[in-house]
């Protein structure tokens, strides 16, 4: 199975890949696909969307009742804007109504048509979802079952049972399903991991498409970072944590010189980067998946160290960066997972272990962010 840098990479909204990105990815693929495009969306009536195991579980503290409601609207999480949720979800909730794909308004029972099955799960994985739509008369108009398996990868029941995430058969440059036949395919053409991945996106894209979602991948970053370090006030839940990203960059900023005296401080920096995108994305605002939104600080970390500490960096680095990292990440994707349901009791920490392994994938990479790498790492280690 053929697996892309942009399956490994996806910008959405936090806080979490799986039960946030994953969920709203699959509410919006059931309306888009088995009721509009099939021309039943005027017919239905009703809408009924159940949860499952970790989702329903978790679902309310990952906002896994926000991102069905988006996804049923049609939202997708790479493309909307985290700013409209809070009105559209008032309007809702308020007038009990729903427009399916943004343009068909129905009755909507949150209580009754969004269902939490916490006592029970789906045959393939702990993040299942059930949606069903019906007509007037109560006919079933079209069911669908879909998996939520992490890093934001959403699959069916046909997929999942048979133990895939895309059907992909895409013939790649330079396949590869372990770490030994990636370095034997660089040392074989003379290619470094990053131009080996390039050539394989060809399989899919235009050299001009692959840079520009790179370039977009990085702007994201960028963005993100941007408004956690802005942004001020307290993030959701019952326990009122205060934003801390704005504080330490003032700080930060103050006392500039004091890097030139402590070379530590410069973690200080590599910290600040990764807490202002852990904040946005506990906040719900639009983050990269990296490879899951627990995870998602690393990764702009490292790049925004190299962009801004890195004697020589430029814009070709950071694409050879993200491109290296997400053939790591392709490595566990395969061999193990990014999900931190299925590998760790520790949700967070066992994609956020993987992320710092793609940090430090150093080898065949640009000179230049080898220290980035070994900064970000250091300081995630001690977090």
């Not at 910008?11 to 890949?17: A, E, F, L, Q, V």
């Not at 079933?140 to 998996?147: F, M, S």
């Not at 058969?169 to 470094?192: C, I, M, N, W, Y």
């Not at 702007?219 to 001020?232: F, L, P, Y």
């Amino acid at each position: 199975m053929a697996v892309s840098t942009f399956d490994i990479y996806k910008i959405g909204i936090g806080p979490s890949s799986s039960h946030t990105v994953g969920p709203m990815r699959a509410a919006a693929r059931f309306v888009e696909h088995h009721l509009a495009e099939s021309g039943r969306l005027q017919q239905v009536a009703r809408i009924r969307a159940e949860v499952f195991g970790s989702l329903a579980l978790t679902g309310r503290g990952h906002g896994t009742d926000k991102a069905v409601l988006m996804g049923l609207e049609g939202h997708w999480p790479n493309q909307i804007d985290p700013d409209i949720i809070p009105a559209a979800l008032e309007r809702i909730r308020g007038s009990k109504r729903i427009r399916l794909h943004g343009e068909h308004e129905i009755d909507f029972n949150e209580k009754t048509d969004l269902i939490m099955n916490k006592r029970q799960k789906l045959p393939f994985h702990t993040n299942g979802m059930r949606f069903a739509a019906y007509d007037a008369d109560g006919n079933e108009l079209a069911t669908r079952d879909y998996y939520s398996v992490g890093g934001g990868f959403v699959v069916n029941q046909d997929e999942a049972a048979e133990d895939r995430i895309v059907a992909d058969t895409t013939e790649v440059a330079h396949p590869f399903s372990s770490g030994d036949q990636l370095l034997a395919r660089s040392k074989e053409t003379g290619l470094s991991i990053a131009r080996l991945m390039m050539e394989n996106e060809r399989a899919w894209r235009s050299d001009e498409d692959i840079v520009g979602g790179l370039r977009e991948l990085w702007t994201a970053m960028q963005s993100c970072v941007a408004r956690g370090i802005r942004e001020t006030g307290t993030l959701p839940g019952g326990l009122h944590v205060t934003r801390r990203a704005p504080a330490l960059y003032a700080e930060l900023s103050e006392r500039p010189e004091a890097a030139m005296r402590d070379p530590l401080t410069v973690l200080d920096w590599v910290n600040l980067y990764a807490l202002a995108v852990n904040e946005e994305n506990a906040a719900g605002g639009r983050v990269v998946t990296a490879p899951t939104n627990g995870a998602a600080g690393i990764i702009p970390s490292v790049l925004h160290y190299y962009d801004r500490f890195c004697p020589g960096a430029n814009e070709q680095g950071i694409f050879d960066f993200l491109l290296t990292a997400a053939a790591v990440g392709i490595l566990y994707k395969e061999n193990a997972s990014i999900s931190g349901a299925e590998g760790s009791a520790d949700w967070c920490r066992f994609p956020a272990s993987n992320a710092m392994r793609w940090a430090r994938s150093r080898r065949s990479t640009p000179r230049a962010w080898r220290c980035a790498a070994t900064a970000s790492t250091r300081s995630a280690s001690t977090r």
